[in-house]
DNA sequence: TTGAAAATAT
DNA sequence: AATATTTTCA
């Protein structure tokens, strides 16, 4: 019915104010392209230096859905370019070109989300780039777990079915033609498929003519964004730039101070966030200064989570996590005194963490985490490194935490009991905040606090 | 299935 | 910017 000029004449609403970033050193070009393409609703930001573009992604590549590039730069090559963008974001990048060349659009094809537009670009195929996004979108969506109606939000769906349908079928096809060169018809966005059938079909149907560059050539291929990994080296150089700023480290400055090409703000941010907690649970850890190694010391080289830190707002969550939390601590305790065993602090709290994460309401981040003290070198290794259970802490409950209970135990019992735990305060007989007797007064307060618990009936 | 680490959301 | 939550990965 209509739907050739719905296709070609306008953008579907949901891919209106599409924002592109458009870069082309050539400045005429560039307010050419960028004129025609608002007159299609779009929104666009035009840069004429790739490397200014490369950096305003880098701050807010969310403020973008389309990147459109002329692949004539300068200061680099535009592949770099892509792979640059490409590891901030999954985000469509459209290559365009006035010399195409084979090696080109193969590179680009093995880019996720790298097509390439031939130039001169036409208004047809400018109303068509949304096309692009759209395709990006659908790609993202079927690498995920949920392939039933991930594309139910994207209103143009059903409307070019034979052009979907044409995309499908072009699935798996390798290009085979030789030409060096390629040149796209007058209109719609350029089509990679030159071979017999494929040049038959096309002449058909004007829709064809808006098909996308074919991407996805085999299944197998697929392509996932890299992962960006803190390497030592970049640990260190994150390291000194954050000593060297001293109080002023912040995201913006440190990734100033490190000067790393590709790292972004917010990867920095994240991992400020995991070397501050990392620094506060150090202040856990015992120094290893003394050349005696006795058994506590031991402990404390053992990683040894610890009591998580309620921090939910949501009041009937935390309610339920404090119960939780209790009966899960209380199911252990049970299980150590029934077999006369030592509470095996390490495991039971270790597993409570993860009961946590499960529940998302503690990430292991939160729970604290004893990590490794630097043996001393000159320290003969011993025999077995294999940490003792402390032992079982004596079972006293605190004072005035289940005064007035009368033999009931209520929500409330368990919450003010577990507020108490959180705090786990330290022991009055030690004075210094160190793990062993940090962990010596954590199970001192468990092991309180259930007492409490048993007293009062059936350990919840 | 899990914990750690990275990414993303608030 | 800080921190909480979710996702990814081995």
């Known amino acids: 019915m209509n739907f050739e000029s719905s296709i070609s004449g306008t953008v579907p609403s949901s891919f209106r104010g599409l924002r592109i970033l458009l870069v082309d050193k050539d400045t005429t070009c560039l307010l050419n392209v960028a004129s025609a393409l608002k007159e299609h609703s779009f929104n ?34 535009c592949f770099e370019f892509v792979r640059s963008t490409q590891l901030v974001k999954d985000i469509p990048i459209i290559l365009m070109s006035s010399m195409t060349t084979r090696d080109m659009v193969e590179e680009a094809d093995a880019h996720e989300a790298c097509f390439v537009l031939m130039k ?8 068509n780039i949304w096309q692009y996004v759209y395709k990006h979108q659908i790609r993202k969506a079927s690498t995920k777990p949920e392939p039933s109606g991930a594309n139910d939000h994207v209103e143009v769906m059903d409307e070019p079915s034979g052009a979907n349908k044409k995309i499908q079928d072009r699935k798996g096809q390798k290009i085979v033609n030789s030409t060096e060169t390629y040149q796209d018809e007058e209109e719609g966005i ?18 064809e003519d808006h098909s996308l560059v074919s991407k996805n050539t085999m299944e197998g291929r697929q392509k996932k964004r890299q992962r960006m990994e803190w390497t030592l080296a970049l640990d260190k150089k994150f390291k000194k730039a954050v000593d060297e700023l001293g109080q002023r480290a912040r995201p913006k400055l440190i ?43 031991i402990m404390s080289q053992t990683p040894l989570p610890v009591v998580p830190i309620s921090h939910s707002q949501d009041g009937v969550n935390e309610r339920y996590h404090q119960f939780r939390f209790m009966r899960e601590t209380s199911t252990s305790l049970q299980e150590c005194h029934q077999e006369k065993q030592p509470l095996n602090v390490e495991s039971t709290i270790g597993n409570l963490g993860s009961v946590f994460q499960r529940l998302s309401f503690h990430t292991r981040n939160n729970v604290l985490n004893l990590k490794e003290v630097p043996m001393n070198v000159n320290e003969p290794l011993q025999e077995a490194y294999i940490p003792q259970p402390p032992a079982v802490p004596s079972l006293v409950p605190p004072n005035d935490l289940f005064a007035g209970l009368n033999g009931e135990m209520t929500e409330n019992h368990i919450g003010t009991c577990y507020n108490w735990l959180e705090k786990a305060p330290l022991s009055s007989s030690s004075t210094q905040d160190n793990s062993s007797t940090r962990i010596l007064d954590i199970c001192n307060c468990i092991s309180g606090a259930l007492q409490g618990l048993f007293i009062c009936g059936d350990g919840i």
């Open 44 to 77: 666009v930001t035009t840069i004429e230096l790739a490397t200014i573009a490369l950096s305003i992604l880098r701050e807010q590549i969310d403020e973008f859905d389309l990147v459109m590039v002329d692949v004539n730069m300068t200061e680099m090559d």
């Open 120 to 127: 001169p670009i036409s208004t047809k195929k400018l109303t």
């Open 190 to 207: 350029m089509t990679l498929e030159k071979d017999e059938t494929e040049g038959s079909k096309r002449t058909r149907n004007t829709d």
């Open 255 to 297: 990734l100033e101070t490190m000067n790393v090409p590709h790292l972004t703000q917010k990867q920095i941010a994240n991992h400020l966030q995991r070397y501050r907690t990392q620094k506060q649970q150090a202040k856990y850890v015992q120094p290893a200064t003394s050349s005696i190694v006795n058994q506590s010391q």
